[in-house]
């Protein structure tokens, strides 16, 4: 497992609608490791193994994360915003910020005083960042309408081989699906995998589709974070009981192949990987949605990783999570070919 590519991903800028650069990035680093790279027009980056494989494998992580989209810049020269993605507003009060614009990266400050902290209704649109600008002509010169924000953190080591960082959900998961392709090809593997780091998905989810509608696959697999039960303020009877370092997360969902879950368990057996379970009776508010109304409908599973903190800037992990998620992939690569039968009735 490449930690300095992880490191590379987590501190590289992609709001959802902005992911390009950190795209560019994949394919620098995936183009020693894969057969071939594709793209398209909406952003999506597909890493191909064995192009030539009849049985072909969709792997999705989306590279997008939360953040922030200026709307306008006021007469002082500080900046509003809306939000791109599931932001809570009130996490950002008195935050650093970081903000992409035609000259290069900037910093800002969130304002607070005390009518923002008492407020239980704030949304973003409430919120006001300042740049340190003396007027809107000023602030005009670097900030553009439409340009994208997102907290300005690092990657914080922690014990136990924990790791903090903001927006693990779900670049952890672009970089899961492309590190399973790498481990994959060095187990040996013939069948053909698309490793796909998908844009959009916390907005409009529309990566997951069009790379699905692209590759045709037999199957896809669906890299995601999910929620944890084992710290304060978190009730585990909607979703199950979930903990970081206690292995991947296998979804019970109608959108999930019983099928596909039995051959993952399987694996994980043969591997020893303890496996976890959540719970979504209808959708999973995953790529998975998005892929398994793709085509003629894809048999789809979901594999997620224990993620403390969800949509903050201190989401944790647990690395052992990431390296067993990484050969439960791997594993099932290796033995999935065009004999195993998907069909729930056959």
Not at 89 to 109: C, D, F, M, S, W
Not at 144 to 154: E, F, L, R
Not at 186 to 204: N, S
Request: aromatic fraction near 4%; proline fraction near 3%; glycine fraction near 8%.
């Amino acid at each position: 497992m490449n930690r300095e590519y992880l490191e590379t991903v987590l501190k590289t800028m992609s709001v959802s609608g902005h992911e390009e650069e950190l795209q560019k990035k994949v394919i620098s680093h995936m183009r020693s490791h894969a057969d071939d790279i594709m793209s398209d027009v909406t952003g999506n980056v597909i890493s191909v193994l064995n192009p030539d494989c009849e049985s072909k494998v969709l792997l999705c992580g989306h590279i997008d994360e939360i953040g922030f989209i200026v709307t306008s810049i006021q007469s002082d020269g500080s900046l509003k915003v809306t939000n791109a993605g599931g932001v809570r507003a009130v996490l950002y009060l008195g935050t650093q910020v970081q903000i992409k614009t035609k000259k290069g990266i900037i910093n800002g400050v969130v304002i607070t005083n005390s009518s923002l902290t008492k407020r239980n209704d704030l949304t973003c649109t409430d919120l006001t960042i300042d740049i340190g600008a003396s007027s809107k002509e000023e602030a005009a010169e670097i900030v553009s309408i439409g340009d994208p924000i997102c907290a300005k953190t690092d990657v914080l080591p922690l014990m136990n081989d924990r790791l903090a960082a903001r927006a693990m959900d779900d670049r952890i998961g672009a970089f899961i699906v492309t590190e399973a392709l790498i481990r994959a090809k060095e187990k040996g593997c013939k069948t053909g995998i698309y490793a796909a780091t998908t844009v959009g998905e916390e907005t409009t989810l529309r990566g997951a589709y069009w790379s699905a509608a692209k590759v045709k696959p037999d199957c896809a697999i669906a890299v995601d974070v999910t929620y944890t039960s084992d710290y304060d303020g978190v009730n585990a009877n909607s979703t199950g009981e979930i903990g970081l370092g206690k292995g991947p997360v296998l979804c019970h969902s109608s959108i999930v192949s019983k099928k596909m879950n039995e051959l993952l368990k399987q694996c994980a057996d043969d591997l020893n990987i303890e496996l976890q379970y959540e719970i979504a009776p209808g959708r999973t508010g995953t790529d998975a949605d998005k892929v398994h109304f793709t085509n003629d409908g894809i048999p789809t599973a979901l594999v997620s990783i224990p993620l403390r903190y969800m949509h903050s800037s201190v989401e944790t992990l647990d690395m052992k999570d990431v390296e067993q998620i990484i050969e439960l992939l791997a594993e099932f690569l290796c033995r999935f070919n065009k004999s195993i039968n998907l069909n729930p009735f056959e």
